[in-house]
């Protein structure tokens, strides 16, 4: 199983950034797919979920509003767009196979700071 997230980088508060999440060795069109993130000092925090036909979509309430996700299983990806970004939102982004983050992939870093 791999998963590889990226589009991270240095944004400004209230900018948007769209992070993808390339995943192979399993059937990724069957699972339930997660972003979860994790901030610096802090433990590891679920902020979005997707069923496998993306028709259902859970948001922590961190987030709601502000980050959309998406999957597209043809291409064996999965998407995370974030607008109005916060500084809180700062942290080391993972998609992962669980909620808890105990199958994540390697992250991607996304910085909010002015």
């Known amino acids: 199983v791999q998963l590889q997230a990226s589009g991270g980088g240095l944004v400004q508060p209230g900018e948007s950034l769209t992070l993808s999440c390339a995943a192979s060795?399993?059937?990724?069109?069957?699972?339930?797919m997660y972003w979860v993130r994790q901030a610096p000092g802090k433990d590891i925090e679920w902020i979005s979920s997707?069923?496998?036909?993306?028709?259902?979509?859970e948001y922590a309430d961190s987030v709601k509003g502000r980050f959309t996700i998406s999957r597209d299983n043809a291409k064996n990806t999965l998407y995370l767009h974030m607008s109005s970004l916060k500084s809180d939102d700062t942290a080391v982004y993972y998609c992962?196979?669980?909620?808890?983050?105990?199958?994540r992939g390697q992250g991607t870093l996304v910085t909010v700071s002015s």
């Open positions: 992962s196979k669980d909620s808890k983050g105990a199958n």
């Open positions: 060795g399993f059937s990724f069109n069957i699972y339930y």
């Open positions: 997707i069923n496998p036909g993306s028709y259902i979509t």
